[in-house]
T-cell receptor, first 113, second 114 residues
Framework: GENVEQHPSTLSVQEGDSAVIKCTYS??????FPWYKQELGKGPQLIID?????GEKKDQRIAVTLNKTAKHFSLHITETQPEDSAVYFC????????????FGKGTMLLVSP | DSGVTQTPKHLITATGQRVTLRCSPR?????VYWYQQSLDQGLQFLIH???????AKGNILERFSAQQFPDLHSELNLSSLELGDSALYFC?????????????FGPGTRLTVL
């Protein structure tokens, strides 16, 4: 089955800096890659996703890049703010059929004012 | 607020006991997924139901079972509980049957087994 590795496990940045979280996956058939943000005491919330027919997707301060050849994808957050502090999870799946999401182990992002 | 509700929010019980966690999906969603979240294992997929039928199974123990009822709410039953079952249990819902559809997570149930 699919295996997703996520790095780093913890990331501390100053407000206004950029943050990058990287994930690698094992199943070359995977073609759907969502990112979730989990705040303390809450369930994960989808923040952005990318499908394998595109290499990059951007939504305001958040962007995701995908390299299918190398089987890795990254989350980029620019101009970080204290409210970006949370645990971020990447996931991978095959878009068709009943395959399910396989999650990375998460990155705790701490943004200091 | 995702629209997914889970009860109870917290559950404390003893080893060997049995508990039931309940999930109500977003209005109109036919799929319900159950996940276990622990510190060392991250988010582990347990089971997926679509419109009352089981669609996929993940790393779900034989002591655990689930079902989805005609009104689309779902219950996760955990029996013969062990200390290691202490974790956050999330359910998520999505409109269709594909596991890769956008999943909306509930707030979770924190289970503590003493």
């Amino acid at each position: 089955g699919e295996n997703v590795e996520q790095h780093p496990s913890t990331l501390s940045v100053q407000e206004g800096d950029s943050a990058v979280i990287k994930c690698t996956y094992s199943d070359s058939a995977s073609n759907y890659f969502p990112w979730y943000k989990q705040e303390l005491g809450k369930g994960p919330q989808l923040i952005i996703d990318i499908r394998s027919n595109v290499g990059e997707k951007k939504d305001q301060r958040i962007a995701v890049t995908l390299n299918k050849t190398a089987k890795h994808f990254s989350l980029h957050i620019t101009e970080t703010q204290p409210e970006d502090s949370a645990v971020y999870f990447c996931a991978a799946s095959f878009f068709s059929g009943y395959s399910t999401l396989t999650f990375g182990k998460g990155t705790m992002l701490l943004v200091s004012p | 607020d995702s629209g997914v509700t889970q009860t109870p929010k917290h559950l404390i019980t003893a080893t060997g006991q049995r508990v039931t966690l309940r999930c109500s999906p977003r209005s109109g969603d036919l799929s319900v997924y159950w996940y276990q979240q622990s510190l060392d294992q991250g988010l582990q997929f347990l089971i997926h139901y679509y419109n009352g039928e089981e669609r996929a199974k993940g790393n779900i123990l034989e002591r655990f079972s689930a079902q989805q009822f005609p009104d689309l709410h779902s219950e996760l039953n955990l029996s013969s509980l062990e200390l290691g079952d202490s974790a956050l249990y999330f359910c998520a819902s999505s409109p269709g049957p594909r596991g890769a559809d956008t999943q909306y997570f509930g707030p979770g149930t924190r289970l503590t087994v003493l």
